[in-house]
């Protein structure tokens, strides 16, 4: 498609619920972030994907966030467990890079995730 | 740890005036500099970017940022706001340092533009 896909829009779990997250890239982006954006709040880096390789995942907040891209397009986060602290919207951006320095990144519209 | 902060939270302005939104960050190394903005539902876009050469960027709907490097600021302007320019707007820092430079992006938390028609 045109842009970043994410799915669910909206997603509302249990406290202790797993959780997943789906981000479709725009076409033929090699890099793929995901970002949490708690309320009130700027983004912040959860964890990237170069292709199918998970080259930095620093940001995730616990071993209960996990991510994926097994075939270096669709991505997952996956939270285990959800906790309240856990409610934010999960952010998905994906860019090309190799193409100089005038590449850019497309936001998803988010999943806004609220654990009750 | 590197840092972006944004001084103002909200802001609320009538049509017409002249706005200033401020940017910090903290890394004294080379730094890509991105302001975005959300509209109410919508998702982030990009406004303008600064990587290198003139200091002075300019955007997309009139609006511009100035890059002073002594200062560590990246400060967006626009001389007349209108009332569609109501949303959120974030600043953001990409480090540009070395390998394993995954381009990741350092947000701030944001500053709320309200514009009274």
């Known amino acids: 498609g045109a842009g970043v896909s994410q799915s669910p829009r909206y997603k509302v779990a249990k406290r202790g619920q797993d959780v997943a997250l789906r981000c479709d890239p725009i076409s033929g982006h090699v890099s793929l972030f995901w970002y949490q954006q708690a309320l009130g709040q700027g983004p912040e880096f959860l964890t990237y994907?170069?292709?199918?390789?998970?080259?930095?995942k620093s940001g995730l907040p616990s071993d209960r966030f996990f991510a994926e891209r097994p075939e270096g397009s669709v991505s997952t986060l996956k939270i285990q467990r959800t906790q309240q602290e856990d409610s934010a919207v999960y952010l998905c951006?994906?860019?090309?890079?190799?193409?100089?320095?005038?590449?850019?990144?497309?936001f998803g519209s988010g999943t806004r995730l609220t654990v009750v | 740890a590197q840092s972006v902060s944004q001084h103002n939270h909200h802001v609320i302005l009538s049509e017409a005036a002249s706005l200033e939104l401020g940017c910090n960050y903290s890394?004294?190394?080379?730094?890509?500099l991105f302001w975005y903005v959300q509209y109410p539902g919508q998702h982030l876009q990009l406004l303008l970017k600064y990587f290198s050469g003139d200091p002075l960027v300019k955007g997309i709907k009139g609006f511009e940022a100035e890059f002073i490097k002594s200062k560590f600021s990246f400060n967006l302007r626009k001389p007349s706001v209108q009332w569609s320019d109501t949303a959120e707007y974030f600043c953001a820092v990409r480090i540009t340092h070395g390998s394993g430079n995954t381009g990741k992006l350092i947000f701030g938390q944001g500053t709320t533009l309200q514009v009274k028609p």
């Open positions: 951006a994906s860019s090309t890079p190799g193409q100089g320095v005038d590449y850019g990144y497309t």
């Open positions: 994907f170069q292709n199918e390789a998970q080259l930095d």
């Open positions: 890394y004294g190394g080379t730094v890509n």
